[in-house]
Structure formats: C-alpha cells, structure tokens
C-alpha cells in the first residue's frame, strides 16, 4: 500500500465547477502536508500548505483530519487554468530526516 | 531572484554508461533534495543534504546511485552502469534550514530527463 494514496482521475469539469479531491496517508509520523500543483512536464510547485483549522487561498481550500489521516482540497469556479495535476505531499522530518513523500497526483481537466 | 537549475535538461545514454546530474540550489539554502519521477508515477524521494553531508540516503535505489554536495551548494548525483529501469525525471529541490516549527518550502528546479537506450 502506498503511503500517500489519491484518486488518480481524471476528473473532467466545465469551467465555473466546483472541484474536490481527497487524499490519504498512512503513517500518523507525518508532520507537514501540503498540496503541490505540476503541470505537464514541469516540476511541481507548491500551491498550499494545510493545516487541521483549514485554510483557504482564494478558490482553494485546503482541510487536514489528523484523526483519519486525510487531507483535501476545493476548488471554487474553476478555470481553464486550473488544469493540472494535483500532488497530496506529506513532509517527514526530525532526527536524520526530511523528506516530501508524494502522492502520485491526481488530474484535473477542466473544459471550456 | 535565480530558482533552482538543473543540468543538463535532457540527457540520453547507452545502457551502462554514467552519468552525472548538476543541481544549483537557490542561494542560501541550506538543504538539498533529489527526486526521482518515473513516466506516470509520483516523485519519489532518493537523498537529503542539510549542509555537506547527507543524513538520510535511504532512497537511493541502489549502489549505483551516489550524490555529493560541495561548499554547501551545487551537488551532482552520479549513476553508474546506467540500466534502462533509471530512465526518470530527476528532480532537485532546496529549502532554506529547518526552523523550530516544521519544515521549510521545498522549491523544485525544472529536472533532468535521463533516457537510458
């Protein structure tokens, strides 16, 4: 089993729709979360943080479940632009080490 | 400001052969990552530098795979005897020191494509 696991999609959307993606993680170790953005062959690029109080950056909202070990992401009125795929990341660190284990990403595609 | 720089872009080898693959850190950073991306799969986490020295490698897939990093900068990761298994996207990534409070952002360069023929 993987230690971050997503949906890989694709989730086909028209523009304006709403989105959300869920992710899970299996080792309760796990320190930082985050979502990273890449787009096709390009390297990945942090797109939030996320926290168990949730946090929201404009048309993205990110929320944490330490307890159930889940992490999601929202996305309002989405955009053409928004098209990418979507990395659930967690982040181990302490001691020896520090490191991103990354889920392997799930595709948006959102249609004119 | 400069982001991270990968060296070469691309890169085409023989079965074999080896290579070397050069990252620059962003300036002042103090931690140092590589990381693997094979074709439709996730990135996979292989060595971390915090200053010189590399105190997890524990992703290294093999004793064919070696990293150095110099003067607290550059750092080159070196296959040997290059298998067609290592064609990836070898990805790079710094970060400024690790605070008291978590982690700091890893910021990615643009990789190197390796096709092992």
């Known amino acids: 089993r993987k230690e971050v696991e997503q949906d890989p999609g694709p989730f086909n959307v028209p523009e304006g729709a709403t989105v959300a993606f869920n992710c899970t993680y299996s080792n309760s170790a796990s320190q930082s979360f985050f979502w990273y953005r890449q787009d096709c062959r390009k390297e990945p690029k942090l797109l939030m943080s996320?926290?168990?109080s949730g946090n929201e950056d404009g048309r993205f909202t990110a929320q944490l479940n330490r307890a159930s070990q889940y992490i999601s992401l929202l996305i309002r009125d989405s955009k053409l632009s928004d098209s990418a795929t979507y990395l659930c990341v967690v982040n181990r660190y302490g001691g020896a080490t520090n490191k991103l284990i990354f889920g392997t990403g799930t595709l948006l595609a959102v249609q004119p | 400001g400069a982001g991270v720089s990968q060296s070469p872009s691309n890169k085409v080898t023989e079965k074999g052969k080896d290579v070397e693959l050069r990252c620059d850190p962003i300036s002042g950073h103090t931690a140092l990552y590589w990381y693997r991306q094979r074709l439709g799969q996730g990135l996979e986490f292989l060595i971390y530098?915090?200053?010189?020295?590399?105190?997890?490698k524990s992703g290294l897939p093999s004793d064919r795979f070696s990293a150095e990093r110099t003067g607290e900068s550059v750092s080159t990761l070196t296959i040997q005897r290059t298998q067609q298994e290592d064609s990836a996207v070898y990805l790079c990534?710094?970060?400024?020191?690790?605070?008291?409070?978590?982690?700091?952002?890893?910021?990615f360069g643009p990789g190197t494509r390796l096709l092992v023929l």
């Open positions: 996320v926290y168990s």
């Open positions: 990534a710094s970060s400024s020191k690790l605070g008291r409070t978590g982690a700091e952002t890893q910021y």
């Open positions: 530098f915090q200053g010189n020295s590399a105190p997890d």
